[in-house]
């Protein structure tokens, strides 16, 4: 059995309305889930190991879902070779609440345009919840929109950043030319 523990104001979002996520959760997998509305505590059982690496796709899915993206884009992590990545924001601000809130506007940008764009250019998804940004998407995605977030990070000027972006995604679409 699998514990995790998600923000309680995301516990409704990974129930669904009438249940109908986490219904489309088990059916896909085969996992059932236990869940604490109180807590937050998730527990993962899986009784029937058809596929071993389920219960650990079904952990990252409940984590994406308590990390803010929608339960339609958590979904693309049961696809094989996709992936989660947490950062920390506090791993490059310290403790400081204000430098937080300033690299967490950085990385949303006027209106969204920041985020969205790494988003459309690195045909990742990206969610910025809390202290933490994640990234869903395959290796070379993750790792264009990875590169982007830490340029932001770093201080790197928006105009900069966005160059990169679109240099990158041309990388992006030879791999997925060679994997047709």
């Given at each position: 059995?699998?514990?995790?523990?998600?923000?309680?104001?995301?516990?409704?979002?990974l129930?669904?309305?009438?249940?109908?996520t986490?219904?489309?959760?088990?059916?896909?997998?085969?996992?059932?889930?236990?869940?604490d509305?109180?807590t937050?505590?998730v527990?993962?059982?899986d009784?029937?190991?058809?596929?071993?690496?389920?219960p650990?796709?079904?952990?990252?899915?409940?984590?994406?879902?308590?990390?803010?993206?929608?339960p339609?884009?958590?979904?693309?992590?049961?696809?094989?070779?996709?992936?989660?990545?947490?950062?920390?924001?506090?791993?490059?601000?310290?403790?400081?609440?204000?430098?937080?809130?300033?690299?967490?506007?950085?990385?949303?940008?006027?209106?969204?345009?920041?985020?969205?764009?790494?988003?459309?250019?690195?045909?990742?998804?990206v969610?910025?919840?809390?202290?933490?940004?994640?990234?869903?998407?395959?290796?070379?995605?993750?790792?264009?929109?990875?590169?982007?977030?830490?340029?932001?990070l770093?201080?790197?000027?928006?105009?900069?950043?966005?160059?990169?972006?679109?240099?990158?995604?041309?990388?992006i679409?030879?791999?997925?030319?060679?994997?047709?």
């Open positions: 059995m699998i514990s995790i523990r998600i923000p309680q104001d995301r516990i409704g979002v129930i669904g309305k009438n249940g109908e986490r219904s489309q959760i088990e059916k896909i997998s085969g996992v059932k889930l236990e869940i509305s109180e937050g505590d527990n993962l059982v009784n029937s190991p058809k596929d071993p690496e389920m650990l796709k079904v952990r990252e899915v409940v984590r994406a879902i308590g990390r803010g993206f929608s339609e884009r958590a979904f693309r992590l049961f696809d094989t070779g996709v992936y989660l990545e947490i950062i920390d924001l506090k791993d490059y601000t310290g403790k400081n609440s204000k430098r937080v809130k300033t690299v967490r506007s950085r990385l949303i940008g006027t209106r969204g345009k920041t985020r969205r764009l790494i988003e459309e250019l690195s045909e990742s998804y969610s910025i919840y809390g202290n933490t940004v994640s990234i869903i998407g395959d290796y070379i995605q993750m790792e264009v929109s990875r590169e982007s977030i830490m340029m932001i770093r201080g790197n000027q928006h105009g900069t950043v966005y160059k990169y972006l679109e240099r990158k995604r041309k990388d679409r030879l791999a997925k030319l060679d994997s047709v």
